[in-house]
């Protein structure tokens, strides 16, 4: 499975924007790029996935490099509640790649 | 709809008792997950279901582990005998098959083996 690299912690202001990056140098050109969060004590939550264009839904943003060599979520305004754990994932597309395989992540921090 | 439903949330059992996790996934959603989570590990895939049938069990640890799913709208996984290494938070995921990078999960069940 290709390997995702992710800070493992970033910290940031509330109402500020949050900039989390992912490095995916071996990714196929049909792994598509998942972003989950884990809210403390809680199930990972999905938030946004794409593969090749940039992404927008009403949780956060997907910039994908041209390359697709990295990827950066961008949380528009952080707030108290975005504090938790960010995973970057690849998935193979169909058959028995649609499984997901969670790294590390990266924790983010939001101060009031 | 309710998502996905676990029972119990919490399991504190001795070492040697049978465990039994139950999971219902969301209704109509073809793929089913077991994961677990440990400090020291992360959140590791065990098995997953497509359409009832295991597809990929290699991340079932050894052979006291095994999942069922004897019909679309619930699973098990059964650890016996138990070991304290066990403890864990195991989590059941489920998702569509045409987005099946889209999964969700349910709160998890917090075993203990004492």
């Known amino acids: 499975d290709a390997k995702t690299t992710q800070p493992n912690s970033m910290e940031s202001n509330e109402e500020e924007p949050v900039h989390l990056p992912c490095n995916h140098s071996?990714?196929?050109?049909?792994?598509?790029i998942h972003w989950y969060r884990q809210l403390p004590s809680q199930g990972p939550e999905y938030v946004i996935h794409?593969?090749?264009s940039n992404v927008n839904n009403r949780m956060a943003s997907l910039a994908i490099a041209e390359d697709r060599k990295s990827s950066t979520l961008i949380l528009h305004r952080a707030t108290l509640r975005d504090a938790a754990v960010y995973y970057c994932?690849?998935?193979?597309?169909?058959?028995?790649?649609?499984?997901?395989?969670f790294g590390t992540g990266t924790l983010l921090a939001v101060q009031p | 709809d309710a998502g996905v439903i676990q029972s119990p949330r919490h399991e504190v059992t001795e070492m040697g008792q049978e465990v039994t996790l139950r999971c219902k996934p969301i209704?109509?959603?073809?793929?089913l997950f077991w994961y677990r989570q440990t400090m020291m590990r992360g959140l590791e895939l065990l098995i997953y279901f497509n359409n009832n049938v295991p597809i990929d069990d290699s991340g079932m640890p050894e052979d006291r582990f095994s999942a069922k799913m004897p019909n679309a709208s619930f699973s098990t996984l059964k650890i016996q005998p138990s070991e304290p290494r066990d403890s864990a938070v195991y989590f059941c995921?489920?998702?569509?098959?045409?987005?099946?990078?889209?999964?969700?999960f349910g709160p998890g069940t917090r075993l203990t083996v004492l």
């Open positions: 071996t990714i196929s050109g049909t792994d598509y």
């Open positions: 794409g593969l090749t």
């Open positions: 994932i690849l998935r193979g597309l169909g058959g028995a790649t649609n499984k997901l395989i």
């Open positions: 995921a489920s998702s569509l098959a045409f987005l099946a990078g889209t999964q969700y």
């Open positions: 209704s109509g959603h073809d793929y």
